[in-house]
């Protein structure tokens, strides 16, 4: 069985993150489900109802370059379900994007392409598409000098379209020019079953999040510790149970995966966990994960029993339990939100959750066309 390493051309899993990190066009593929993955696709703010959310979905992968179409099936409450790209020289690359977007779900389309291309090009795309009984939401044009995308639909509706920036240093196209040896188009449109089911998918997921988390602050970065929390171990298909450790200040200092159970359970051993807390006398803060490999994050009372006494064994070493984290397939459900009264009560952690529970945006939404 091909490895995720050796599949990618890598021998390590350190060899690996640094291409994805570097958004080689070799992991092209990994990069793009990996942000996918992060996706947010349930607890509110999950449907791609105003040009601004979309954008905020797509900030951090590539933009198309001029041969290239990046896509985002939704389905028809506009969640997205498949993010994909395809090169229009490559009719089999075009071939397998539909069949998995088609296969996840997915009723309407929205189109990224880059603003260099023709408006007969672009106009081809999207008929291409229409053809199929797909829906186009809404076509934007990726301007490589501003680094922005327009709205079509915008720019129908009012006239003129306004540019939705994205983010500094993040979008940036690489034109992939021909086909390099080893990266054929057909293995970057490899589907999402078939990168989650590689061997060592497990091992580099894992390594990832912990890459990605150590050093953020649980105050400030509180979403990003849950996307990368997803990418971790949305799809391991073990119960894995693990401490995320800070100091006093929010800064992530440890992050630790400690137990690997079964498909429905894991055993946490409380000796492990303390003496993990307490191998380091900067930690002040804690929170503990773990996944439901079923997909369904809603806890078990087991889960809220252990909750209550990992808080009450916290507060006796001085040391405030701030959240229980469980990952599943659409979103992690977090216990200091949903059911505070059995983690510690740490207002500026509660403040933290509340402001991003109020950040809204007061964006026009699509209009669905369906």
Do not use: W
């Not at 060899?15 to 607890?43: P, Q």
């Not at 509110?44 to 979905?57: C, D, I, M, R």
Request: hydrophobic share 35%; net charge negative.
């Amino acid at each position: 069985m091909t490895s995720l390493y050796e599949y990618f051309g890598c021998e390590t899993r350190e060899e690996l993150y640094k291409l994805v990190k570097e958004d080689d066009i070799s992991v092209r593929s990994l990069v793009d489900f990996i942000e996918f993955t992060k996706a947010d696709l349930n607890k509110g703010g999950g449907a791609l109802s105003s040009p601004h959310s979309l954008v905020e979905y797509v900030n951090d992968i590539s933009m198309p370059s001029r041969s290239e179409v990046v896509t985002i099936f939704v389905s028809t409450k506009l969640e997205p379900l498949h993010l994909g790209r395809f090169d229009t020289r490559n009719k089999e690359g075009f071939k397998m994007m539909v069949k998995e977007g088609l296969e996840a779900g997915g009723v309407s389309v929205f189109l990224i392409q880059n603003a260099s291309k023709s408006v007969a090009e672009k106009n081809e795309i999207i008929n291409d598409f229409e053809l199929f009984g797909l829906n186009v939401v809404d076509s934007f044009d990726y301007r490589e000098t501003e680094n922005a995308l327009y709205s079509h639909e915008e720019a129908s509706r009012q006239g003129v379209a306004s540019p939705h920036y994205l983010k500094e240093g993040r979008g940036k196209s690489k034109d992939y020019g021909e086909v390099t040896e080893g990266v054929s188009y057909e293995e970057y449109s490899r589907s999402v079953e078939s990168i989650t089911t590689l061997k060592g998918y497990d091992e580099f997921s894992s390594y990832y999040a912990k890459q990605e988390i150590l050093g953020l602050n649980i105050f400030e970065d509180n979403i990003l510790i849950k996307e990368n929390l997803k990418v971790g171990y949305q799809y391991d298909y073990q119960e894995s149970f693990g401490l995320i450790g800070c100091n006093a200040d929010g800064e992530v200092v440890l992050f630790e995966e400690l137990f690997k159970g079964s498909p429905n359970s894991s055993v946490v051993d409380r000796k492990v966990l303390l003496k993990e807390i307490l191998s380091r006398d900067d930690i002040k803060l804690i929170s503990v994960f773990h996944n439901h490999p079923s997909g369904n994050p809603n806890p078990s009372m087991e889960d809220v029993k252990i909750t209550q006494i990992l808080t009450e064994m916290c507060e006796k070493i001085d040391v405030d339990m701030l959240d229980h984290f469980v990952i599943g397939e659409k979103y992690v459900y977090s216990f200091a939100k949903e059911e505070s009264e059995v983690v510690s009560e740490n207002q500026k952690y509660k403040r933290a959750l509340k402001r991003q529970s109020n950040k809204k945006f007061h964006q026009q939404s699509f209009d669905l066309g369906l």
